[in-house]
């Protein structure tokens, strides 16, 4: 946190009130707040409710500072009151869930909100959203109709899958196969298969959550088709593969893959089940990306139902879609679990509108925003560094250095952890190297705390800002003056 009596860009002292104190006496009543034309027009334009709590909260805090000795008696004029209670209810309005400017590095960031929506899902959603809807309503028949409808054939069309449903994310995709394939039953899975994914969500725990249990094979680097064999039994519901993305064990590794796994299934009569995770619906290669398995390989492979997510490589809202056989899709769908995790209408439909975007490939790099930030050529990211420096050297200047840098980001939420995207940014290093570690933390509380937050990341005594993917290099120009303004304690706080 920044020292109050030191500005975040300067490093200037500042200079130390000597304005007389108020006593708690001096606090105006209520009522009689207000009833001042100020006051009185933020009632009417908010209501009454909120109006009189945010000024009885603010005359309680203000009555505290008194006692204390830490309020000037400039603070108890009613003028000033009624501005500070109208900022405190500005504040109040102010949404908690915001926008901000992704430098990173980590183009699809779990913390972030991962994969930003197309515009046309955004078009989507805005349409169908302030009205009634045919959400589970078939406009042929004039019947209910199933919401899964609205996306299955889409779904199929684009995987080559029988049959397909979604839920509310991939966890609960996972989450309700288990339940409704494997209820009080076997799962043989890899132990090098055995993830957790954020929030210490481990793979063996939705397997008990789900009422499976688990059956480990193999070892942490190598498992063998041989190990699965020998594991299957009676009480054998299904085998499983779990993509491992986010994470990578290199060397003595060997692995059985879903090609080899689904003669042996089809052999047992069991369901072979993969649980991709990140979500690729195309061939990254063919973009000059890293390779990753999607689900049409997986079908292509022998497997009989593929999970992965919405919100990842595919570019869409955050969802879980279940594809594959249509006796166990059928059977998924039916279990009573699919009722609590089911899609809302709101990201159902920028699922719909996202999915329909595959259908012209030759448009996605440019529709798909997650696609069109991976695939950014570093030149225009270069571009932007570069025209951007000034604007912040000015600002920053002369407590802070900035230069433009080479840098290497990341696709990010579990996909491909160990390949990196060549990029380019800005970095930022303080002039003084005593106290270096807490003016690049200062400096970074101070950009979030700008009206769009701008959040990068502090490596190697720097903060660096990787440009990949700020499009509108607008949304952080027309900010960056506001930095200038650090040293005056009632523009920003941090």
């Known amino acids: 946190m920044r020292r109050p009596e030191e500005s975040v860009v300067h490093g200037s002292p500042a200079q130390p009130s000597q304005r007389p104190l108020a006593t708690p006496e001096q606090l105006p009543a209520v009522d009689r707040l ?10 009417a334009e908010h ?26 008696a400039d603070g108890v004029a009613l ?14 309005l102010a949404p908690r869930l915001r926008a901000v400017i992704n430098l990173t590095g980590t183009v699809i960031h779990t913390n972030l909100g991962r994969a930003p929506l197309p515009d046309a899902a955004l078009a989507q959603v805005q349409a169908l959203m302030a009205s009634p809807n045919n959400l589970e309503y078939e406009l042929a028949t004039g019947g209910r ?21 979604v839920v509310n994310n991939n966890a609960a995709a996972v989450l309700l196969c288990l339940a409704a394939l494997a209820a009080r039953k076997e799962v043989i899975v890899s132990r090098g298969e055995l993830v ?4 210490a969500f481990r793979m063996p725990d939705v397997m008990k959550s789900a009422g499976a249990r688990l059956v480990e094979v193999g070892t942490t680097n190598r498992t063998h088709l041989p190990d699965y064999e020998r594991a299957i039994t009676a009480r054998t ?22 090609a080899v796994l689904a003669p042996l299934a089809r052999a047992r009569g069991l369901p072979l089940v993969t649980d991709l995770g990140s979500g690729a619906l195309i061939d990254m290669t063919a973009w000059g990306l890293p390779a990753e398995p999607t689900p049409q390989q997986m079908l292509a492979a022998g497997c009989d139902i593929v999970t992965f997510s919405g919100d990842k490589l595919l570019g869409g809202p955050q969802a879980g879609l279940i594809v594959g056989r249509k006796d166990l899709v059928a059977r998924i769908r039916k279990h ?42 570093l030149a225009d990211i270069e571009a932007a560094a570069h ?37 380019a940014g800005l970095a930022i290093a303080p002039t003084e190297k005593k106290g270096a570690g807490r003016a690049l933390q200062q400096l970074a509380d101070a950009l979030r705390a700008l009206p769009i937050p701008v959040i990068g990341r502090i490596q190697d005594e720097r903060l660096l800002l990787d440009l990949r993917c700020l499009e509108r290099a607008s949304d952080f120009v027309d900010q960056i003056g506001l930095l200038r303004l650090s040293d005056k304690r009632e523009q920003l706080s941090y």
Do not use: W
Not at 145 to 165: K, M, P, V
Not at 388 to 417: D, N, W, Y
């Open 34 to 43: 207000l009833h001042t034309p100020a006051v009185q027009a933020l009632a």
């Open 47 to 72: 209501g009454h409710t909120l109006i009189a709590g945010q000024a009885r909260a603010l005359l309680a805090e203000l009555r505290q500072q008194a006692l204390a000795g830490a309020l000037g």
């Open 79 to 92: 003028q000033a009151l009624a501005g500070a209670l109208e900022r405190r209810v500005q504040q109040r």
């Open 145 to 165: 109709g199933d919401r899964d409808s609205l996306i299955e054939a889409l779904l199929c069309e684009l995987t080559g899958a029988e049959a397909a449903t």
């Open 196 to 199: 957790e994914i954020g929030g």
């Open 237 to 258: 519901a299904l085998l499983m593969k779990v993509h491992t993305s986010n994470y990578a064990v290199q060397g003595f590794t060997a692995a059985a893959s879903e």
């Open 336 to 377: 009573p679990l699919k009722r609590a995790l089911r899609l809302s209408k709101l990201p159902l439909a920028a699922l719909e509108a996202t999915l329909r975007l595959y259908l012209r490939p030759e448009r996605l790099a440019r529709d798909l925003p997650t696609l069109r930030l991976l695939t950014r050529p």
């Open 387 to 423: 025209a951007l420096l000034p604007a912040l050297q000015a600002a920053l200047a002369p407590r802070f250095t900035v230069e433009v840098v080479a840098l290497q980001g990341q696709i990010g939420s579990g996909s491909l952890p160990v390949e990196r995207l060549p990029s």
